[in-house]
């Protein structure tokens, strides 16, 4: 069954949750006795600006703007990189994207529903789909280690909305 806290509620208030997110990621790193520098702490915010991935070049433009003199690409890829490792953000593979994860201190799989026409990402974990990604890797011989599961498809939003008619 998916866990509910993991998705964004509908009509929440998005900056009350950029602000959980960068409290949540200040108290794992201290507990962890990792360091969340400022600027892996303004990638993780800037990450957070919308539920809709965010690529790394779009996320050093607006580190640019923020301190008045472009960012070098490597730190900002440093930072990334980080967040990934201490489970604060995801990336997308098929995006080459990075967002948020809502729950980063509890053990969970990557497992994504992206809307193809808004581009907002919902992270989910279900454990059905966990247990089958398991059963049949191990019943090859296979050993998982990252089990990130993408879905492409449209969010009940965009599903609602009239579509332009195209014409043969």
Known sequence: MTDPSLAPASGHDHSH????ALARADS???????????LRRRVLELVWRSHRPRG????????????GKPAA???????LDFLVEQGLVHRIESLNAYVGCPAPGLAHTGQFLVCESCGNT?????????EAIRDGAAA???RVRLPTVEVRGLCPDCQSRPRPETTP
């Open 73 to 79: 690409p490597l730190t900002v890829y440093r930072a």
């Open 56 to 67: 790394a070049y779009a996320i050093l433009e607006d580190l640019s703007q923020q301190e």
């Open 28 to 38: 794992l790193c201290a507990s962890r006795g990792a360091r969340l520098t400022a």
């Open 122 to 130: 919902e992270e989910i974990d279900d454990p059905r789909i966990r």
């Open 17 to 20: 949750c950029v602000a959980d």
């Open 140 to 142: 090859r011989g296979f």
